[in-house]
């Protein structure tokens, strides 16, 4: 796993803090964050596993804004209907699947396919429907593909 530069560090620090609830009700500067989402898209594939890589075993540490950033990078590649991107944004996350991420990283990662993945991904997804951990997202995943994607 490759550590994150220290520009995709700062760009991912420009997401808001939840507040003691875990919501983003106040405070929210759109123009900020769109901003530093933009910048994060145009650093590809490197970017998004960037991004990827702050994201820790659920209970292990702070990754409240890597799951928002990559969240918003996905909606990014939608609202400017960049296919190719969100091909690319679909790849990246499905190759991250299956290996020594820990299974909740990968359940989220799944989570974020079943909005944002493609074709390109359920190959790799219908290999990991025999993982006792990862099953069920992998089928809501695979169901909201066939259905929309």
Same mark, same amino acid.
């Given at each position: 796993?490759?550590?994150?530069?220290?520009?995709?560090?700062?760009?991912?620090?420009?997401?808001?803090?939840?507040?003691?609830?875990?919501?983003?009700?106040?405070?929210?500067?759109?123009?900020?964050?769109?901003?530093?989402?933009?910048?994060?898209?145009?650093?590809?594939?490197?970017?998004?596993?960037?991004? #990827?890589?702050? /994201?820790?075993?659920? %209970?292990?540490?702070?990754? !409240?804004?890597?799951?928002? =950033? *990559?969240?918003?990078?996905?909606?990014?590649?939608?609202?400017?209907?960049?296919?190719?991107?969100?091909?690319?944004?679909?790849?990246?996350?499905?190759?991250?699947?299956?290996?020594?991420?820990?299974?909740?990283?990968?359940?989220?990662? #799944?989570?974020? /396919?079943?909005?944002? %993945?493609?074709?390109?991904? !359920?190959?790799?997804?219908? =290999? *990991?429907?025999?993982?006792?951990?990862?099953?069920?997202?992998?089928?809501?995943?695979?169901?909201?593909?066939?259905?929309?994607?």
């Amino acid at each position: 796993m490759a550590k994150a530069s220290e520009k995709l560090a700062e760009l991912v620090g420009r997401m808001p803090e939840p507040d003691g609830k875990g919501m983003y009700c106040a405070d929210i500067d759109k123009d900020k964050i769109e901003g530093a989402i933009a910048e994060i898209h145009k650093g590809g594939r490197e970017n998004i596993l960037g991004v #990827i890589d702050m /994201l820790v075993e659920p %209970g292990k540490g702070d990754d !409240v804004k890597a799951h928002y =950033a *990559l969240h918003c990078l996905g909606l990014h590649v939608c609202n400017i209907n960049d296919r190719r991107g969100r091909r690319r944004f679909g790849a990246t996350l499905a190759s991250q699947l299956g290996g020594d991420r820990p299974k909740g990283v990968q359940a989220y990662l #799944i989570q974020e /396919l079943q909005s944002f %993945g493609g074709r390109e991904t !359920v190959e790799k997804l219908k =290999a *990991l429907a025999g993982n006792k951990a990862l099953a069920q997202p992998v089928a809501m995943a695979l169901e909201a593909i066939r259905g929309g994607g």
